[in-house]
């Protein structure tokens, strides 16, 4: 839907001011949230491989829990 806003920007730059405690430059939210976005489906990809190979019907918090660090570690910068 056009005009629409994936997500709330001001919330985003607030969120990174008072967890880094310097201010976001133009677009740094843009990529900070695409990032976001990126790793919550590689997390869910490596969780519905892990269940699979479980033997489990569909994605468990076991299986999100067991994939987490090694997801994590892929991107840690």
Do not use: W
């Not at 629409?4 to 310097?22: G, L, S």
């Not at 990032?35 to 869910?44: A, C, D, G, K, S």
């Amino acid at each position: 839907m056009p005009g629409q806003k994936a997500y709330p920007r001001a919330t985003v730059k607030k969120v990174v001011k008072a967890h880094a405690n310097c201010n976001v430059s133009k677009n740094v939210d843009v990529m900070i949230y695409l990032n976001y976005v990126l790793f919550m489906q590689t997390l869910m990809k490596e969780a519905a491989i892990e269940a699979k190979q479980g033997g489990e019907r569909g994605i468990t918090g076991r299986s999100v829990k067991k994939v987490t660090a090694d997801t994590l570690a892929k991107f840690k910068g």
